[in-house]
């Protein structure tokens, strides 16, 4: 373990790396729930099938090996790792993607205006580029899509969200809103893929009703029901204006006026990923090899400057774990040149909104508490119900003892996992939890009201 996260914190031996016992160690600390509670003697059946597949070493080695070698570089400008997605073959790296640039979204993108300064104020820029935006405190905590292709719902969503709480206080809660409306109701197959601006678009001809992600839980699966009039409202009192979204003209420069303007803020983004981004850990992440097409969603969320390298502040949709808490800084032009690393400012925009909150929505996760028990699946219930059906007593959702789980409050950030409270994270008939008995796993919850 100390072998694994030192190479964890990117000290790598100079040389005798055995990949053999990295691998080993990685997959015990990224797929076997029992290892951070130090109970590793026995592997779950993902960690055991993952050691023996030959594909998943070679995958392993590969990717460890560009870590080492990147980390060894000169004048290094960003930090790479070994994380969960290390362990995985490009096939199923691919899957935590999902952006689909089709020619008809292209011929549309052309066909809209673009948001150009007409004049550029160089005193102006040269202050704007000097200076820090971070609109990260107007968001909710980093989410994560999981297997499903359906970034392009989570850049849509947080480009929303903060239109939706750039009035609220800083230190107050803020709105959620629910990918997996996007995934449901505007389409088919929406872990296939698709293009942020199709959830602006369904959203402004249906009546412009949003669920919070407290209340239409993330699911990360095609082919469900689209369910979003089961629902309180999670975007009360502001409505989409016009369908599709802004497209701010394709240079760093306009991205940073828009970025700085705070009635914008937040831009959902289009990127190509390319060597090295899935192992980016710190610093200000660069590569000269995004050549190709763009195939995943992102969200500008400010910009400033480290160790004298400017950088555009990006939420991703990876989870906390991934990156630098879930964000990562890609380097930006400065003087007016364009660098528009890896296409990040090619296809910049932001949705159609207008209103102010009128106080009867159910956007953040006090105001879901409110319509608790909302449907009959209990998903909604935030209460302090403990115990089980059968009076046992509900283990905490953080522990691994006695049951070692997968349905932890990081796993499941938007589902109320709060010490050991009866919850529905994963639509169960109602609320459950495990229990504090090694005899009975788990179990359905006492009512709760």
């Known amino acids: 373990m100390i072998f694994l996260l030192t190479l964890l914190g990117c000290c790598w031996l100079a040389q005798g790396v055995s990949y ?84 008809e979204i292209d011929e549309e993108i052309q066909l809209l205006q673009r948001k150009k300064r007409s004049t550029v104020d160089i005193t ?11 609109y990260r405190s107007y968001l909710p905590p980093i989410k994560n899509q999981g297997g499903c292709g359906s970034c392009w719902t989570f850049g849509a969503m947080a480009a929303l969200e903060y239109q939706i709480n750039k009035d609220r206080p800083v230190d107050g809660e803020m709105v959620a809103l629910s990918e997996e409306q996007c995934v449901d109701c505007t389409g088919s197959n929406g872990c296939g ?68 303007d705070n009635r914008i803020g937040v831009l959902s983004c289009a990127i190509q990923v390319a060597d090295g981004f899935g192992s980016y850990s710190s610093g200000v992440y660069s590569s000269e090899n995004c050549n190709g097409g763009v195939n995943h969603a992102v969200n500008i969320v400010g910009y400033g400057t480290l160790n004298g390298v400017p950088y555009w502040k990006v939420r991703n949709s990876w989870g906390r774990g991934w990156g630098d ?98 919850r529905n994270p994963d639509g169960e008939s109602s609320a459950w939890c495990y229990t504090t008995e090694s005899s009975k796993r788990w179990e359905l919850s006492r009512t709760v009201l």
């Open 20 to 103: 053999r016992k990295l691998y080993k160690d990685a997959v015990i600390h990224f797929k076997d729930p029992d290892f951070e509670a130090g109970k590793s003697g026995q592997l779950t059946s993902t960690a055991s099938n993952l050691l023996r597949d030959t594909a998943h070493y070679k995958a392993f080695k590969k990717n460890a090996v560009f870590v080492e070698k990147h980390n060894r570089e000169d004048n290094l400008k960003w930090v790479a790792t070994i994380n969960e997605f290390s362990l995985e073959t490009d096939e199923e790296f691919s899957r935590h993607l999902g952006l689909n640039m089709t020619r």
């Open 124 to 134: 102006l820029r040269e202050e704007l580029e000097a200076g820090e935006v971070d």
């Open 193 to 260: 893929g698709g293009w942020p601006t199709a959830c602006y678009t369904w959203g402004h001809y249906h009546y412009s009703h949003w669920a919070s992600s407290y209340n239409y839980l993330y699911e990360g699966r095609s082919g469900l029901k689209c369910r979003y009039d089961d629902y309180k409202d999670g975007m009360s009192g502001f409505k989409f204006t016009k369908p599709s979204g802004q497209y701010v003209a394709k240079s760093d420069e306009d991205v940073l006026y828009a970025v700085a």
């Open 325 to 422: 808490g879930g964000y990562i800084n890609m380097e930006r032009g400065v003087n007016g040149n364009n660098l528009n690393m890896c296409h990040l400012t090619q296809y910049a925009h932001y949705p159609y909104i207008e209103g102010s909150d009128d106080g009867q929505g159910s956007g953040t996760e006090s105001e879901a508490m409110r319509f608790e028990c909302g449907d009959g699946g209990q998903v909604e219930y935030r209460g302090e119900v403990n115990q089980t059906v059968s009076g046992r007593t509900c283990q905490k959702w953080s522990s691994q003892d006695p049951h070692s789980h997968s349905r932890t409050p990081e796993g499941y950030p938007y589902s109320g996992l709060e010490k050991n409270f009866c």
